[in-house]
């Protein structure tokens, strides 16, 4: 018999198949929930005696032991994610949720002879991509701004414990199983450490790594090549913002070609804030989205951002909850409609991708493996290879609303508006 290939997705475990992580607890597994790129989704259950309820509150990632991709989130969430951690951080920035899912258990299986890594994970519900293919690839302008503000929120938690997200997008953002009003942020796929015990990565172009995240939202340094880095995290997070709010982006249309969004992402780079605020959309201005990506593109390679400025620029004056309901001038859909609808063929919720395949070619890790030395993956092919089209996710190609002209504004009087409006927030709180 052909041994199956272990870059793609895994022969199933059976249903009711016991898994025994790393400290000795055992879950049991249900249905597969979903898949991804490499690996299956099962749902699971700590109570092993009974069969898992379809109504279970955690999930389990299954790959092959040597993929990758679950290694290297099992490495962020074991240096940066532990449960302490994350409530001392709460606690000392008074926040009721951080939006990284919790973390169970994981540990190694085999069976049939073929060797697995899993991961046990805490399940969450609709991912903001489903509901963006549902409103024409928008959402409302005080949900925009919501968003954003939890992600810098996820973002500074990550950042000061000197990892970086690198592929912020719709699909790897979840509501909460039993309360719609949290948001997470999954996939720790591409996460990797910017920083090494305090000493940073040097910027340094490698044409052998460009492009690497999900082409529609990544950064121009990762375009070149370039380490990911924290003003990296905030320029995805400023595409993926304009997205929400004029439901495209202007390279659009050039998705398989890396070179040219690389070349319309550094025209709409040097061309702000007119070119941001240009692309508003009826009842939704970019000006937020401008002043954020304006603000990025002061940072230094190795600046730390100003996170309080990043939420004050994303502020409305109000903690405005999350809305998902259809932006004016989009058609009519119900939201129940959205929430209820199976993602993928009959599973009823949606489950992480990140066990999606990346561009390149996999390698093989070990246990002690580190996956934060730039000169590990030095021996990765030298030619440039095509954009998978798993990686264009965006929102259906539609006819786009008619744009507003909006007024250019220069430079000092689109930085003095900016003050203002901050001096304004701040003499509110």
Known sequence: MTAPKKRGLPK????????????????????????????????????????????TDFVVKVEYLENGPLFSELSFYMRAAKPESMQKWMRSRKLDQLGIPKYWGSGQAEYNGLRYRFMVMERLGTDLQKISERNGGRFKKATVLRVGQVLVDILEYMHENEY?????????????????????????????RYCIDGVQKD???????????????????????????????????????????????????DLKNAVKVMEAKAILMDKLPESV???????????????????????????????????????????????????????????????DTPLRGKKSDRVQRSLRPRATAVRTYKEDDSCDDDEEEEEEEAKSKPIDARYLRGPPKGKREQTLKVPPL????????IQQYNHHHQCQS
């Open 277 to 339: 605020q240009q692309l508003s959309v009826s009842g939704a201005s970019t000006a937020e989205v401008a002043a954020l990506l304006l603000y990025m593109k002061s940072l230094g390679f190795q600046d730390k951002p100003d996170y309080q400025r990043l939420r004050q620029i994303l502020s409305t004056g109000a903690k405005e909850k999350l809305d998902f309901s259809v932006p004016h001038g989009v058609g009519e859909k119900s939201m129940s409609k959205v929430l």
């Open 164 to 192: 970086v997200h690198a592929d912020i997008k719709a699909s790897n953002l979840m509501l909460g199983h039993r309360n719609p009003q949290e948001l997470y942020l999954v996939d720790y796929g591409l996460a990797r």
């Open 203 to 253: 910027y340094k172009e490698n044409p052998k790594k460009g492009h690497n995240g999900t082409i529609e939202y990544t950064s121009l340094d990762a375009h070149k090549g370039v380490a990911p880095s924290r003003r990296g995290d905030i320029q995805i997070l400023g595409f993926c913002l304009l997205h929400w709010l004029c439901g495209s982006l202007p390279w659009d249309s």
């Open 12 to 55: 199933p475990l059976p249903d009711g198949f016991t898994l025994t992580d790393t400290v000795k607890k055992k879950w049991r597994l249900g249905k597969i929930l979903g898949q991804g790129g490499f690996g299956l989704i099962y749902y699971a259950s700590n109570d092993i005696g009974r069969p898992v309820s379809a109504d």
């Open 410 to 417: 220069t430079y000092n009087k689109f930085h003095k508006r």
